[in-house]
């Protein structure tokens, strides 16, 4: 505003001066050069120059109050004054009526931090979003209060403000009903079902809790909606909603609904297609004339935006060069109940790729990314093929799965040529493995280092330590395990693609074990008596083309050689004497999940094997039968006399020649289904069977290679060459004969939901349901005979450490020799998965 002071509104004045007054923090010089205003300059006033310098002095969001005054008059020249009013800052924000750890996410999202000014506007937005926020939740009578008091320094000077809010929450507010009105075809249940956020007060839906929120409410109607058009209800629509509240904590909801008639598909026709016949597309489409219409099924075999890998009618034609194919379904006839349709196709030309970049990646060699592209130059465009090009990189475990992204450069429509970009974000693909827990008896320790992008060929070129060489796709590792009673020690290396050409798998391992007898009673540690293993293997692994090409087939050559030195226990009786286990294994496995291997979303993964031994005791003409009589008679001799050394001696004698080369085979079964329930919500899957048997069953069952079950997997080293298997809500191993078993099973329910799925670290919460049980042979085999467990836990994946996790699991059953359920038990999972 422009104080008069014997002004003449219409004449133009000379400036002489401006000054300004009430600054505070701002320096005088510096708002003048920002208004503009010189002296000598000629402007009205009250004008149009003044107003403008007004306005952008509000612009600024800095100043409460702004005023022009003229100070003096002198003919034509005018001195003015500009007071300004600067506004209060932010000091301290002090947060009443809600939990600690939610007052950090308040003051980031509204940005409350020191030195922003206080405006009207921020107090007013602040108050609705915490109180929008709020009613997200379910807290609709949500209160909020924000008042400031003056913050004055040590000088007595006032240099900002202190803001405090006080939030009342109130009561959630439950639905106590949903009421329809107007529906004959759908039951209440049936849209009650369909609406997925509002849900009514039910004491036994646990997983979904009653809450209203305007905005979830907006779309659960729309829901209504397409559940009504899912079943041949086209004009289906909501004609009013009325929320009656019953008192703080519950109101009801009142939809009325107005159905309209059934509709049905009468003719269908295809209209601009000529790559397919209308009878490809009619059978892909797989809707008929009379079915009744549904608008949701119809739009999904179009195109169904929910699955980019969906077998419809658009990736038909894109997984066939149609890049620009536009496909759109019109009614062109309505015949009292009956729809016909045109399904209108413009298949424009094939496309093909023309340039393939890959940018991004800085530590891993450019032939190790381009060797798993599914797409190349001169291809034609497939969209699958894209697809399944961002699951291979992400299978790879040295790239961000969540940021993989493919990105169309450039599109040349008379051409036909698509230029396409892979943009990678490159992780920690290294891992130190630090592992701990109680697990086997006593504490179990572990160091290991994996490499899992190295470079073999750079392992003498000095320039390519950074600090290793690295890049190449291989994989290298390098584990030591240990507690009070055994070490163990093992070296692997796997080449992905033997000879770069083809993804053909070298694996190679070595390992030894050193075994102490160990008192499980006393924890007494005997090193006079010791059980050594030493071994490696040679495998092959190969993708196939058939049935699909997530198919792999592998092969592997095993050898370890056992040591026993005065090891005596009941598993092994030839105390001072060896075995050597020379196996052949072969496997089909199958693995579908998307995208990330962290976090699965989708697919399966399963795996089936077999391990064999050579068939000696066919060829080796050692009578078996009369060793086995022989010997089960000098065991009935020992019940009787217990002391008898020679007896001890002779049935030594006789398994160490039963078990001097191990004869065996083995049969395995692992699989794991993921299925994605809403979101990112995800359901795992997963069942496991495993079964050891005898060529010849005179000779029987080696004391090696069984299955030991429950725990969380922590003494699954090579411990009398036993096979460890993991079942929560159980101490390790507990849940087998002390000799071990033959056969096993088990079974698991998994929930997961992500924290975060960050390049940094990624976190998912689960629950889990779970069973499991061991068994001496298939006389006494029975699945549905197993030991139950539930529980929930944590799961935190960092590249440098890999998987930590932690398990709390409550066994419903007992442990062997026990007669009550088991109950709680903590298991820490460090380096490893369920």
């Known amino acids: 505003m422009a104080q008069q002071k014997q002004l003449d509104s219409g004449r133009k004045y000379t400036l002489n001066s401006v000054t300004v007054t009430g600054a505070q923090g701002f320096n005088e010089q510096t708002v003048i050069a920002f208004t503009g205003l010189k002296e000598g300059e000629r402007l009205y006033i009250p004008g149009e120059r003044l107003s403008s310098v007004t306005k952008k002095l509000w612009d600024q969001n800095l100043f409460s109050d702004i005023a022009f005054y003229v100070t003096n008059i002198d003919g034509d020249l005018v001195d003015l004054e500009l007071y300004i009013v600067e506004l209060p800052k932010l000091n301290e924000v002090t947060i009443e009526g809600i939990r600690k750890g939610k007052k950090k996410d308040i003051i980031k999202d509204n940005d409350l931090v020191t030195g922003k000014k206080i405006t009207k506007n921020l107090i007013t937005t602040t108050k609705n979003n915490i109180a929008n926020k709020n009613k997200e939740n379910g807290f609709l009578n949500t209160q909020v209060a924000i008042s400031t008091t003056p913050y004055i320094d040590s000088t007595g000077v006032e240099v900002g403000k202190n803001m405090l809010i006080r939030i009342d929450k109130n009561e959630r507010v439950k639905v106590k009903k949903i009421n329809f009105n107007g529906n004959d075809a759908l039951s209440d249940a049936k849209l009650r079902g369909a609406m997925k956020n509002t849900k009514r007060k039910n004491f036994f839906r646990f997983w979904k809790r009653s809450k209203y929120a305007e905005e979830t409410f907006i779309e659960d109607k729309a829901k209504i909606i397409t559940k009504y058009k899912a079943n041949g209800y086209r004009d289906a629509r909501i004609t009013s909603d009325t929320l009656i509240v019953y008192d703080e904590k519950n109101i009801s909801l009142d939809l009325n609904i107005e159905e309209g008639k059934r509709y049905y598909f009468g003719d269908i026709r295809f209209i601009g297609n000529s790559k397919y016949t209308d009878g490809q597309l009619r059978q892909l489409l797989g809707i008929q004339k009379g079915e009744p219409y549904n608008g949701v099924l119809l739009q999904e075999?179009?195109?169904?935006?929910?699955?980019?890998?969906?077998?419809?009618?658009?990736?038909?034609?894109?997984?066939?060069?149609?890049?620009?194919?536009?496909?759109?379904?019109?009614?062109?006839?309505?015949?009292?109940?009956?729809?016909?349709?045109?399904?209108?196709?413009?298949?424009?030309?094939?496309?093909?790729?023309?340039?393939?970049?890959?940018?991004?990646?800085?530590?891993?060699?450019?032939?190790?990314?381009?060797?798993?592209?599914?797409?190349?130059?001169?291809?034609?465009?497939?969209?699958?093929?894209?697809?399944?090009?961002?699951?291979?990189?992400?299978?790879?475990?040295?790239?961000?799965?969540?940021?993989?992204?493919?990105?169309?450069?450039?599109?040349?429509?008379?051409?036909?040529?698509?230029?396409?970009?892979?943009?990678?974000?490159?992780?920690?693909?290294?891992?130190?493995?630090?592992?701990?827990?109680?697990?086997?008896?006593?504490?179990?320790?572990?160091?290991?280092?994996?490499?899992?992008?190295?470079?073999?060929?750079?392992?003498?070129?000095?320039?390519?330590?950074?600090?290793?060489?690295?890049?190449?796709?291989?994989?290298?590792?390098?584990?030591?395990?240990?507690?009070?009673?055994?070490?163990?020690?093992?070296?692997?290396?796997?080449?992905?693609?033997?000879?770069?050409?083809?993804?053909?798998?070298?694996?190679?391992?070595?390992?030894?074990?050193?075994?102490?007898?160990?008192?499980?009673?006393?924890?007494?540690?005997?090193?006079?008596?010791?059980?050594?293993?030493?071994?490696?293997?040679?495998?092959?692994?190969?993708?196939?083309?058939?049935?699909?090409?997530?198919?792999?087939?592998?092969?592997?050559?095993?050898?370890?050689?056992?040591?026993?030195?005065?090891?005596?226990?009941?598993?092994?009786?030839?105390?001072?004497?060896?075995?050597?286990?020379?196996?052949?294994?072969?496997?089909?496995?199958?693995?579908?999940?998307?995208?990330?291997?962290?976090?699965?979303?989708?697919?399966?993964?399963?795996?089936?094997?077999?391990?064999?031994?050579?068939?000696?005791?066919?060829?080796?003409g050692v009578d078996y039968n009369s060793l086995r009589d022989e010997r089960d008679d000098l065991q009935a001799f020992l019940e009787d006399n217990p002391t008898s050394v020679d007896t001890r001696e002779r049935i030594a004698e006789i398994d160490q020649k039963r078990f001097n080369w191990l004869e065996y085979y083995k049969i395995k079964f692992s699989g794991d289904w993921y299925t994605r329930i809403a979101g990112d919500l995800v359901l795992r899957t997963k069942s496991e069977f495993g079964f050891l048997g005898a060529y010849n069953n005179d000779r029987g069952i080696p004391p090696f290679e069984r299955f030991f079950v429950g725990g969380d997997g922590l003494g699954s080293f090579s411990l009398d060459g036993r096979e460890v298997i993991q079942l929560r809500g159980y101490p390790n191993q507990s849940l087998s004969d002390n000799d071990g078993n033959t056969i096993y099973n088990k079974f698991s329910l998994e929930v997961r939901y992500p924290i975060t799925l960050s390049q940094l670290a990624s976190i998912y919460a689960l629950t889990f349901v779970e069973g499991g049980a061991a068994y001496d042979g298939f006389r006494d085999y029975n699945p549905f005979s197993i030991s139950r467990s539930a529980g929930a836990g944590l799961r935190i994946f960092m590249p440098a450490f890999g998987l930590l996790g932690i398990d709390f699991g409550y066994g419903f059953d007992p442990i062997l020799g026990g007669t009550e359920p088991n109950g709680w038990e903590v298991h820490f999972i460090i380096g490893q998965q369920f």
């Open 301 to 620: 075999r179009i195109e169904d935006n929910t699955d980019p890998d969906a077998n419809d009618l658009t990736n038909l034609y894109q997984n066939n060069g149609y890049l620009a194919a536009r496909i759109n379904p019109v009614e062109v006839a309505i015949r009292q109940d009956t729809i016909d349709f045109e399904i209108r196709i413009i298949e424009n030309k094939e496309f093909y790729f023309d340039h393939i970049t890959v940018v991004g990646n800085e530590k891993t060699n450019d032939h190790v990314i381009y060797r798993e592209l599914r797409t190349r130059p001169g291809q034609k465009y497939s969209k699958r093929n894209v697809v399944r090009t961002i699951r291979e990189l992400g299978q790879l475990g040295y790239f961000d799965a969540e940021q993989l992204s493919p990105n169309f450069v450039f599109v040349d429509e008379n051409n036909g040529l698509v230029d396409l970009e892979y943009s990678v974000v490159e992780k920690g693909s290294s891992q130190i493995e630090l592992q701990g827990g109680y697990g086997g008896g006593g504490f179990v320790g572990t160091l290991g280092l994996s490499f899992n992008n190295f470079s073999l060929r750079n392992i003498f070129n000095g320039e390519a330590y950074k600090p290793l060489p690295m890049g190449d796709g291989q994989k290298l590792s390098l584990r030591a395990q240990a507690s009070s009673f055994y070490q163990t020690y093992s070296l692997s290396l796997v080449e992905p693609w033997l000879g770069g050409k083809k993804p053909v798998q070298l694996s190679t391992s070595f390992s030894h074990t050193i075994q102490y007898l160990y008192d499980f009673q006393t924890r007494d540690v005997n090193k006079d008596s010791r059980f050594l293993i030493t071994g490696g293997s040679v495998g092959i692994a190969k993708r196939l083309q058939w049935p699909d090409d997530y198919f792999t087939f592998s092969q592997a050559i095993s050898f370890q050689h056992y040591n026993l030195k005065n090891y005596n226990t009941g598993l092994f009786t030839f105390g001072d004497g060896y075995s050597n286990n020379l196996a052949y294994t072969i496997g089909l496995s199958r693995n579908n999940t998307a995208t990330n291997p962290i976090y699965p979303v989708s697919g399966s993964n399963w795996s089936i094997s077999a391990k064999l031994t050579l068939p000696y005791s066919s060829f080796n």
